[in-house]
Nanobody, 127 residues
Framework: QVQLVESGGDSVQAGGSLRLSCTAS????????MGWFRQAPGKEREGVAA???????SYADSVKGRFSISRDNAKNTLVLQMDSLNPEDTAMYYC?????????????????????WGQGTQVTVSS
């Protein structure tokens, strides 16, 4: 049974940093396209970053230069380092694994291509 468990969400001031983790069981994060998504109240879920099995990364324009996606293979964990946070980053953050046959590109953030989702971790950034 596949499980993805996010952690690391918190309330921070604008300009601060957070490090989100997604610990996987039942799948290996280094053989799947893994993604981070977020959903703010009243808004649709949006893709934030993705990491493919060959190390290729993708970022939404709104987070480029501020967020960094990586993985710790020994811990089977996906990581999202978030720096220079602003109030627009406030959302529930989810990690997800794409179906095994799909690479991240070209449809990096097509949510129906992701077969496994975590429960989310809340990030709140105050001004």
């Amino acid at each position: 049974q596949v499980q993805l468990v996010e952690s690391g969400g918190d309330s921070v001031q604008a300009g601060g940093s957070l490090r989100l983790s997604c610990t996987a069981s039942g799948l290996s994060v280094n053989v799947r396209c893994m993604g981070w998504f977020r959903q703010a109240p009243g808004k649709e879920r949006e893709g934030v970053a993705a990491l493919d099995r060959d190390g290729d990364t993708s970022y939404a324009d709104s987070v480029k230069g501020r967020f960094s996606i990586s993985r710790d293979n020994a811990k089977n964990t996906l990581v999202l380092q978030m720096d220079s946070l602003n109030p627009e980053d406030t959302a529930m953050y989810y990690c997800a694994a794409k179906r095994t046959q799909f690479r991240c590109r070209p449809l990096v953030y097509a949510t129906d291509a992701y077969s496994n989702w975590g429960q989310g971790t809340q990030v709140t950034v105050s001004s």
